[in-house]
Structure formats: structure tokens, C-alpha cells
């Protein structure tokens, strides 16, 4: 998956920051840079789990094959589970 922009709504980036502790500039190192792993869940909606500069991270977003465009719906701090299956794949 090519991922040319990522939006976040700024009420969506209040939100990941004060309920989960995210930065928005952790979830652009992940998807950018930090060897995601994605997964379709369902129509234009898919999960990522990279890595941050320090953790790993999972984040929900929708994609927009034409544009290239992801705008991120939530993110937080990967679970163990999550984690275990992220380094599956690596």
C-alpha cells in the first residue's frame, strides 16, 4: 500500500493524544517509516500497526485508492497481541 497523504482532523488528533497518549507525529513515523503492516477491515476502513520512534502503534484509518490518502480515525498503543502479529509478518 502507497501512502502519499495522511490527514488528521484536528478534533481526531485531541482525541489520540488525550485518550491514548498518541502523538499525531508518531502515527506519520509509523505509517511513513516505521515498516507497517496493514490489513483490510472492511470497504475503504484498514488497520495499521507500525513502529513509532519508541513503541509500536495501531492505527484505524480509511484509504482512498485514487488519491492515495489515508485520514486517520483513531490510533493507540498496540496491544501484545498485536504486537506478536506485527512481528509475525516481519
Known amino acids: 500500500m502507497i501512502i502519499e497523504v495522511i490527514k488528521i482532523e484536528p478534533a481526531t488528533a485531541v482525541k489520540i ?3 491514548h497518549n ?3 507525529e508518531e502515527v506519520y513515523y509509523a505509517l511513513k517509516e516505521g515498516s507497517p503492516m496493514f490489513k483490510k477491515v472492511g470497504g475503504d476502513q484498514y488497520i495499521a500497526i507500525g513502529l513509532s520512534e519508541s513503541r509500536h502503534i495501531t492505527i484505524y484509518f480509511s484509504y482512498d485508492e485514487k488519491t492515495k490518502e489515508a485520514e486517520i480515525k483513531t490510533a493507540y498503543a498496540s496491544s501484545k497481541k498485536q ?3 506485527y512481528k509475525k509478518t516481519k
Do not use: P
Open 83 to 85: 504486537i506478536k502479529a
Open 22 to 24: 498518541v502523538l499525531q
Open 17 to 19: 493524544f488525550e485518550k
